[in-house]
């Protein structure tokens, strides 16, 4: 390993057997540590034929065990992003001199490629999978992790020099960091999220803003003008080289919008990258994201002409303002990834037609009062369902909003919703909610979506 991390005899304990904690104890395994898993549920609980696949190599069990014993026989543990670093047993172990350390923090340590990362409330996957396309353009090797969906563990070790990891960073993976110093961070935004998992605001924002706590002067830190709370936290970036983007104004230096063209202005040289009518993902938060990946790409030495051509091809992500199909002249659109209001705002933006929107799922103790008030006159009904549906109808009745629905089930929500739209509109998946009230993910709730909008 570059970074001279050795965890080779070292017992390790991963917490958390999702995605990232698997894919960090097959990592480890690798590295010839001694690992054990460890979850609140049992093996049997799990179900999970991938930890089946890790205690068969020789993971140690501490599946469903007494945290006190899992804590007295680690030296290290890792965590995966849902595994909330103030846990008592967490805490205990820090204090008696274990390190604690996140998933990505192992993934940064093991790698030699250079890092690249998105961060923010809203805008991260498609942001992360937009600069991953330009950087794929310009001829980089090139791989694109993090909570986009593949954990930087699971590549970490095949990379080598001059490859670039352009990651999807969360703050729930940056609460636990140590020395994880990408070599260009944009922050997109911050609005509230998660208030379930931090608290309070400024503990969350404190989280986001670990990104740039270990970046030096060779760095890049990329900031949003436009968003208030993340240009007010622009004094806690100390060492790296900051660089700002707006749509809305001109900038000394960035990456701007003039006269309908994005233009590039770093070290005093000036290049125009292309007309914003030619992004071919719509709305200006796209633009905004357009913006950000043109500033990652730009600091890093990419061409206009490659950020150009992306741009104009780059057609988005998945379950992201998706169109799914067309039934009796009413369109589908698979928002699953709007987990939370502000996130579903920004696709209300982009709705054009009479729409009818479903909303609710998992309560991660988020208002809606400020979504309502973004409504425009395109949302013409709502159907609410999920664990969140009562906090849903108060703002809806605060808000003097009527057009309401409450279902049961899921299929039971779409089916309302498409009934109630008229020819020529459309109906809208974006929850403003996470899912796990009733799926895995996000990505299975919108997979079930349109499987239901398929057989309609």
């Not at 089946?52 to 899992?70: I, R, V």
């Not at 967490?90 to 008696?96: D, L, S």
């Not at 990456?255 to 309908?260: E, L």
């Amino acid at each position: 390993m570059d970074k001279q991390y050795s965890y080779e005899g070292k017992n390790v304990l991963v917490v958390g057997m999702a995605k990232s904690g698997i894919s960090a104890a097959k990592l480890l395994l690798k590295l010839n540590a001694n690992v054990s898993l460890y979850d609140r549920k049992t093996k049997g609980e799990l179900k999970n034929n991938d930890v089946e696949a890790l205690l068969e190599k020789g993971a140690g069990n501490m599946l469903g065990a007494d945290t006190m014993k899992a804590e007295e026989w680690a030296d290290c543990m890792v965590l995966s992003p849902g595994v909330p670093y103030k846990l008592d047993f967490i805490q205990k172990a820090i204090e008696n001199g274990k390190e604690v350390i996140s998933e990505i923090e192992l993934g940064y340590r093991t790698s030699k490629a250079t890092i690249v990362g998105i961060g923010g409330t809203n805008g991260k996957t498609t942001t992360t999978a937009l600069t991953g396309e330009i950087f794929k353009n310009a001829g980089k090797t090139t791989y694109v992790l993090g909570n986009i969906g593949v954990p930087i563990t699971e590549y970490s070790l095949q990379t080598r020099e001059n490859d670039v990891i352009v990651a999807e960073i969360a703050a729930l993976q940056l609460e636990s960091i140590k020395d994880f110093r990408p070599k260009a961070f944009a922050l997109l935004n911050i609005t509230e999220d998660h208030q379930d998992r931090f608290g309070t605001m400024e503990y969350y924002t404190k989280c986001k803003m670990r990104a740039f706590e270990n970046q030096t002067g060779e760095d890049y830190a990329i900031l949003n003008l436009d968003d208030p709370i993340t240009l007010s936290q622009i004094h806690n970036v100390k060492k790296s080289r900051v660089v700002l983007f707006s749509r809305k104004q001109e900038l000394d230096e960035g990456v701007f919008v003039r006269d309908g063209i994005i233009v590039t202005r770093l070290n005093g040289v000036e290049k125009e990258v292309c007309n914003i009518d030619e992004i071919r993902i719509p709305g200006n938060h796209n633009l905004e994201n357009a913006l950000a990946a043109t500033a990652l790409a730009t600091c890093m030495g990419i061409t206009p002409n490659v950020i150009a051509y992306t741009l104009r091809t780059f057609p988005g992500v998945e379950h992201r303002i998706e169109f799914v199909k067309e039934v009796n002249k009413v369109k589908f659109i698979n928002d699953s990834k709007g987990t939370n209001p502000d996130s579903t705002i920004k696709a209300i933006e982009t709705m054009k037609d009479p729409t009818i929107l479903i909303l609710g799922g998992y309560d991660k103790h988020n208002s809606f009062d400020d979504m309502f008030a973004h409504f425009t006159d395109k949302i013409v009904g709502i159907v609410v369902l999920g664990a969140t549906k009562d906090k849903i109808l108060e703002a809806a009745k605060r808000a003097g909003y009527r057009n309401v629905q409450v279902a049961d089930t899921f299929e039971r929500a779409v089916q309302m919703a498409y009934k109630s739209a008229s020819p020529g509109g459309t109906v809208l998946l974006s929850p403003a909610c996470a899912s796990w009230d009733m799926f895995e993910n996000f990505e299975q709730r919108g997979e079930v979506f349109k499987q239901i909008v398929n057989l309609l």
